[in-house]
């Protein structure tokens, strides 16, 4: 059993012994010498300048010696060859790609059976590691573990539904790589090749080192799929009823010819129906509508079906809707329809109104409870108690909605400070009359109207209005000159929705339009505070979210089906949440009385995109460079493995014996110098 060093550069350390040496040998015997007249007379004599060059104490040198020699002996890393132990001859890196499009045709069923085929079938002179793709990769089966614990670990994983990178997994496998010592480095790549997965991280640095890269192989360019993406569901009020209003985007790729799409709410179906799909865009929104009682819950579920179809997971997808909870708005305005139609006769359940008094602004300057949204017009912001109840409102992360229906030069300043500015040239409204030519359809005031049961938003005539420009907010209405009719700011804790036209009739016809109610609702719900975090997450993903102002209690859980799946801490009104695998709604609680809200997890419909490249420019980009990159060394010297060799303490030992050495040298010196 030979001994060898790891490091034996570390022996040239054994010259600094000389420092020691010589300074232990050269040091004078101290004396201390006192004059005094009795003794002046005697013959002075001479005195050797230096002492004689001989040890005055080899226990002490020894010490010394023998501590520096086992500190620069463990740095050298010693280890003996076993007999019987193969050196290692190749390091391999397996990424399992376990993202939901690997589940098409049984992809990640079949990769996963090769994984263990091989970690049965491999030499002792082979170590593997087994890499995880999922939303974060995750080292499932490092350098160096048993095979039949690998095994185990690859064999328990099962399918799952969320969206990774291949990027990060081949910076994972990358930097194990870069700790073995072997020159034959893989990495294997057991996947898809979608081409979205390689087309998101094509611009990056070079990283990758001298591994050789082995690609699956793609058997067809796509794969047919019919999938369910981006639903969304809000509560549409219009009169006396409510109603729940779903819209949802079908995706087909491939000869399906018509499709069944079923939508169940609360375990009940509420929408089936066959859709067409030759001649079709690949991608259509399709609207259902249902009745519901506003004070419960709804959770849903939209299912598609139809042939051929390889990725059955992408099927369904999940919606839910919190109990609507009445509104409360501070209202601040003139305008006789605005009146009418907040008022209880027309929104009870809804919103409950409070007038504010303009002479008398004090008493809402100085209340702690604020209402959920301040409707106001722009004539009452020439008092500045007016101008200062917006920022509080906003500043407060509550809602505003601001009806420009006059303007004056205080009017003009403070919505310069909101982020507006007239355009040039204009001094007051215009009298030109538009039609609402653009209307960004896709935000959720104005989604419900893509359904024409509401009513048609283009008929709106608008005949007086300020004309409006913003850098710093988004238009979401615009005339058919391009000019901005209602816009969303982006300044301010708070939402903010500015009208440029007041709601009277002088200014446009919408408060006698069917329409008027439902947007009216529409826009004060999105002007709420309460929903300003998102519900809809993919799994896997990390979120960070934001709860209400009431919310109390350390700790916050999120349910599935009255199960607990994960808890978390609330900071600062604050949770960091990791996202279930599973597709569903989930609860999570905060507080005493069990308050909380539900969540929505469905998958990234990138996934379900079944196109695949290959080979991918990026990963030439990823492996242009320093080919040695990753490379910290050459092959270890007689054939032993770093994982044997990192089994063996003997530099602990060493270490150990150094401190012990040190320690007794520091003892019997102070020893010798008190018996002195």
Known sequence: MPLSFLNPWFWFGALGLVAPLWLHLRRKQQKSLIQFSAVQFLTDQPAARRAPLRLRDAALLALRVLGLLLVLGAFAWPYLHRAGVAGIRESRVYLLDNTMSRQANNGFETDRARVIHELESAGQDVQVAV?????????????????????QKVRALR????????????????????????????????????????????????????????LPKSTAPSLP?????????????????????????????????????????????????????EGQPETMLLQAQWQAARELPVRGEATIQGEPD??????????????????????LAQSPYLRLALSPEVMRGQWAPRLLNPANLAPEMETQELADVLCIESGYLQSANARKLVHRYLDNRRGVFLLVNRMAPAVVAFLHELGFDLEPGEQSATQTPQHFGFICSTHPIFRPFLAPDFGNLLDIEVTQFARLRTVQGVPLVLGQSGAGLFFEGKN????????????????????????????LDLALQAARAERASPGVFEPGEVVRLDLPDGASGREAVLLHEGREVERVRIEQRRVQLPMPDQPGVYDLRYGAEGT?????????????QLVYAAPPNALKSWRSGDKAAGSIGGRIPGGQSMR???????????????LLALAIESALADAKKEAA
């Not at 079923?262 to 859709?275: H, K, L, Y």
């Not at 909380?596 to 996934?607: D, H, I, T």
């Not at 044997?644 to 150094?658: D, E, K, S, T």
Request: aromatic letters at 10%.
């Open 596 to 608: 909380g809200r539900m969540l929505c997890v469905n998958p990234s419909p990138k996934e379900s």
């Open 131 to 151: 890499v995880e793709l999922t939303a974060a990769p995750r080292l499932i089966a490092p350098f160096g573990i048993d095979r039949q614990a690998a095994r």
């Open 644 to 658: 044997v060799i990192l089994q063996q303490r003997w530099w602990w030992w060493m270490l150990l014996a150094a």
């Open 492 to 519: 301010y804790p708070g939402k903010l929705f500015l009208l440029a036209f007041g709601l009277d009739r002088e200014h446009t016809s919408w408060p006698i339009h069917p329409t008027f109610i439902p947007f």
């Open 225 to 277: 799929n019919l999938w369910l993406a981006d639903p969304h569901a809000q509560r549409v009020l219009p009169g006396e009823k409510s109603l729940v209003h779903l819209t949802v985007k079908l995706n087909h790729a491939g000869p399906a010819k018509t499709a069944r799409v079923i939508v169940t709410a609360n375990g009940q179906p509420v929408f089936s129906r066959s859709v067409p799909l």
């Open 159 to 214: 399918p799952s539904f969320q969206r990774g990178s291949y990027l990060a997994a081949f910076r994972m496998a990358n930097s194990l790589l870069a700790n073995s010592l072997v020159k034959n480095k893989r990495i294997i790549l057991l996947g898809d090749n979608q081409r979205n997965q390689w087309d998101e991280n094509g611009s990056v640095p070079p990283f990758l080192g001298n591994a050789q890269i082995e």
């Open 310 to 331: 390889a990725l059955k997971a992408d099927n369904s997808v999940f919606f839910s809707l919190d109990p609507l909870a009445e509104g409360k708005v501070a209202l």
